[in-house]
């Protein structure tokens, strides 16, 4: 088996579970306004940089710890463990390299995603591969490499099978554990959109569909090398019970396919992401504490030690970890509301900025020193840059005046958000800086700042637009 081995087991449970969440949120705002202010004093915002992403490294920290301790807890010593993070969440090189020396793994689902993770230098034994559209050449490079593969549907497998059948005589076959990914169809949470579970769900094998279930089993039976089974129930939105249900059906179908293969053909279960974030808050909610102890009262079978298990959490390990910062460029008012025109908007924001309603997001007031704005409560908007009218974070809501120079900060955009830049108007991606603090007094001293990643040039938009090319369409 590859996947890693957790140290001691059920020693290593923290405790640090809902109650101290709210404790842990506190401190990590602290850290936040810690980092705004010397993000200004520093010199990384500022009139010619009115746009810049920071990254809270201790919380990414802690969140990895939490992870590892929730599983660590209900699970016996020794039982393997792998926590790939859902790479799609925080495609960034440096994340992926601090979370893999945080003992977590990656989850790629694109031939982009996984050069990432390669880049990362997280090993081909600590790598999941779950794309839904999965290239001939994709596949050959991750079972060349010994990378886990999910395979989506029964023309993949058809696919793995002709490349298990080449490989060569004496290589002993397929190096990659090999699964299948099933739909329990269990059904839908709050977003459609990210709702994986659904009866028509574009992915994995639909279960409860008319002879699915016969055909899982039988793939299996008929090939010794498939060892592990996969579901990921949805991702923001889903109600615990409902991706514990979708654990138990996947559970229920791996002690189906070992009892008829009279052995423990099955020895891994991928059981997916999806934990949902809380972004009305800075606590933290559901905890991983919370859905592990869960797991164990709902498929206590899964957790016994006989089976290995492997997790993909994406937005969960990052979104609140991450804040955007921006200058208020100019403040104005319409029709008798206020407006703050920021260098935030749809390109570092869009899911917000296009589904406010199933992506709302907090805004945070500082003045123009980088301290939180006091004063009392205005109702306005607060706009990106781009040229539509709907490019608002938010709208009318209450937060101090704010005015011209003044900065805001939106919260929780760790995942999903900064990283997921959207080139509406050719607006740069923003600079994205780890920081950690030593203090967190307010004062902003003792915080250093990482570089992650550059901010896009002008230079390099115009070369990502075909600026080598000017004359292509030319007679
Ligand atoms: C997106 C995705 C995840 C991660 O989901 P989060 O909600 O970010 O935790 C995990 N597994 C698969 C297969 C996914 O598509």
């Keep these: 088996m590859s996947t890693g081995t957790q140290e001691d087991g059920r020693t290593r449970d923290t405790g640090r579970g809902e109650d101290d969440g709210r404790a842990a949120g506190a401190e990590r705002a602290a850290r936040r306004d810690a980092a705004v202010r010397a993000a200004v004093a520093q010199g990384l915002l500022g009139p010619g940089s009115p746009l810049v992403a920071l990254l809270d490294v201790t919380g990414v920290r802690e969140s990895a710890a939490g992870l590892r301790d929730a599983f660590a807890a209900v699970t016996p010593a020794g039982t393997p463990v792998l926590h790939a993070f859902a790479v799609k969440a925080t495609p960034l090189v440096p994340v992926l390299r ?88 269990v059904g839908g949470g709050t977003i459609e959109a990210l709702s994986t579970a659904t009866a028509t769900s574009k992915f994995g094998v639909a279960l409860r569909d008319e002879g699915a279930r016969e055909w899982v089993v039988r793939a299996y039976l008929d090939r010794p090398w498939l060892t592990r089974l996969h579901t990921h129930t949805g991702s923001q939105g889903i109600a615990l019970p409902l991706m514990a249900r979708g654990v138990a059906e996947t559970y229920a179908l791996a002690e189906e396919i070992n009892r008829r293969a009279g052995r423990q053909q099955v020895d891994t279960v991928d059981i997916g992401g999806g934990l949902p974030v809380d972004f009305t808050s800075d606590a933290v909610e559901p905890t991983y504490a919370r859905y592990a102890r869960l797991l164990k009262e709902t498929v206590p079978g899964l957790l016994d030690g006989r089976y290995g298990l492997v997790t993909e959490f994406g937005r969960s390990l990052l979104a609140k970890h991450g804040t955007v910062v921006t200058r208020v460029e100019y403040a104005k008012s319409a029709g008798g509301r206020a407006v703050a025109v920021t260098h935030a908007g749809v390109q570092v924001a869009t899911r917000t900025v296009y589904a406010p309603a199933a992506w709302p997001l907090r805004i945070a007031a500082y003045d123009a020193a980088g301290r ?36 805001v900060a939106v919260l929780d955009t760790g995942a999903y958000a900064f990283a997921h830049h959207y080139g509406y108007n050719s607006l740069p991606r923003p600079a994205v800086h780890g920081f950690t603090a030593d203090r967190a007094d307010g004062t902003g001293e003792g915080v250093s700042f990482a570089l992650v990643r550059p901010a896009q040039t002008t230079g390099e938009l115009v070369a990502e637009s075909g600026g080598a090319h000017a004359d292509a369409l030319l007679p």
């Design 98 to 185: 601090l979370l893999h020396a945080e003992g977590i793994g990656a989850e790629v689902a694109s031939p982009g995603e996984l050069a990432l993770a390669r880049a990362a230098g997280v090993p081909p034994e600590r790598t999941v591969l779950d794309s839904p559209a999965k290239t001939p050449a994709e596949l050959r490079e991750a079972l060349a490499l010994g990378i886990a593969v999910n395979a989506d549907n029964p023309q993949e497998l058809a696919r793995i099978d002709a490349l298990a059948a080449g490989s060569p005589p004496g290589s002993g076959g397929l190096r990659s554990p090999v699964g299948i990914r099933v739909n329990p169809q």
């Design 372 to 407: 939180p704005k006091t004063g009392p409560a205005v109702t306005q908007d607060v706009a990106g840059p781009a040229c539509f009218a709907g490019d608002l974070l938010a709208r009318g809501i209450p937060l101090p005046l704010l005015e011209q120079d003044d900065h």
